[in-house]
C-alpha cells in the first residue's frame, strides 16, 4: 500500500511562479497542511513499524515530510531522501510566472499545451520522461507492507497514472491539491481529505 503525499504550500505555491527542480519555503498554511496530513495518517497506520516514509530531496518535500514523521511520532533516521521522487525539471521555466514565461518564451506554452506528453521544457524535461521515472520509483522493492511518499503534484500525477495504468490523457488531467492524500491498493487510487483542524471532541469529553 502506498499513500501518495505532496508537500505543503510554498511561498512560490501562492505567487503563481514555476518551482520545478528550484525550491521555496513552505507558508503558515503549508506547514498546517502538513502537519493535518501527518494526523490523518496516523490514524490510518496505526502500527509505525510497519512505514517506509520516502521523499523528494527538494527541501520543501523534506521539510513536509519531517514535519509528518513528528506527528506520526516516527524516528527521523526512517525517513529516506529518493531521488526519483523529485518534481518535473522545468528547466529555464523555472521562478518565473506564466506570464514571464510567455515574455521571456513566446509561444512556448501554447506549443507545449498542444503536445503536454512529449513537450521538453527548455532546460529541462517532458512528461513522458518523468512518467518512466514514476514507473522505475513504483517497480522499486520494499520490505515494509505501507509506504509514505512524499513528493509533487506534477510526479504524483504521473504515479497515480503508472500505477491505474491510466491513458496518457487520463493521466494528464489527474490533479493533487496541497490538502489531499492519495491511497494506492489492490490497483485502486483513493483520494483522502486532510481538513486543517481536527474535528472538536464531543462537548465534555476529556479525549
Known amino acids: 500500500m502506498i499513500y501518495l503525499v505532496r508537500h505543503g504550500e510554498t511561498t512560490w505555491n501562492r505567487s503563481g511562479r514555476q518551482q520545478g527542480h528550484l525550491d521555496s519555503t513552505l507558508t503558515d498554511t503549508g506547514v498546517a497542511q502538513a502537519r493535518a496530513v501527518g494526523r490523518i495518517l496516523r490514524h490510518a497506520i496505526p502500527d509505525n513499524h510497519a512505514v517506509r516514509i520516502e521523499t523528494s530531496p527538494l527541501g520543501r518535500a523534506r521539510r513536509t515530510a519531517v514535519l509528518i514523521t513528528e506527528v506520526m511520532s516516527i524516528d527521523l533516521n526512517a525517513l529516506i531522501v529518493e531521488p526519483l521522487l523529485i518534481e518535473h525539471d522545468l528547466g529555464d521555466w523555472q521562478g518565473l510566472?506564466?506570464?514571464?514565461?510567455?515574455?521571456?518564451?513566446?509561444?512556448?506554452?501554447?506549443?507545449?499545451?498542444?503536445?503536454?506528453?512529449?513537450?521538453?521544457?527548455?532546460?529541462?524535461?517532458?512528461?513522458?520522461?518523468?512518467?518512466?521515472?514514476?514507473?522505475?520509483?513504483?517497480?522499486?522493492?520494499?520490505?515494509?507492507?505501507?509506504?509514505?511518499?512524499?513528493?509533487?503534484?506534477?510526479?504524483?500525477?504521473?504515479?497515480?497514472?503508472?500505477?491505474?495504468?491510466?491513458?496518457?490523457?487520463?493521466?494528464?488531467?489527474?490533479?493533487?491539491?496541497?490538502?489531499?492524500?492519495?491511497?494506492?491498493?489492490?490497483?485502486?487510487?483513493?483520494?483522502?481529505?486532510?481538513?486543517?483542524?481536527?474535528?472538536?471532541?464531543?462537548?465534555?469529553?476529556?479525549?
Open 97 to 207: 510566472t506564466r506570464a514571464e514565461i510567455d515574455i521571456q518564451f513566446p509561444g512556448a506554452r501554447r506549443e507545449r499545451a498542444a503536445s503536454k506528453w512529449d513537450y521538453v521544457v527548455s532546460g529541462g524535461e517532458s512528461y513522458s520522461r518523468v512518467a518512466a521515472r514514476a514507473k522505475q520509483w513504483l517497480a522499486m522493492q520494499r520490505r515494509a507492507p505501507i509506504t509514505i511518499a512524499v513528493t509533487h503534484e506534477m510526479l504524483s500525477r504521473t504515479i497515480q497514472g503508472a500505477y491505474a495504468a491510466l491513458t496518457v490523457e487520463e493521466t494528464l488531467v489527474r490533479s493533487h491539491d496541497h490538502d489531499r492524500i492519495y491511497r494506492l491498493h489492490e490497483g485502486r487510487v483513493e483520494e483522502i481529505l486532510c481538513p486543517l483542524h481536527p474535528p472538536s471532541s464531543p462537548e465534555g469529553s476529556t479525549s
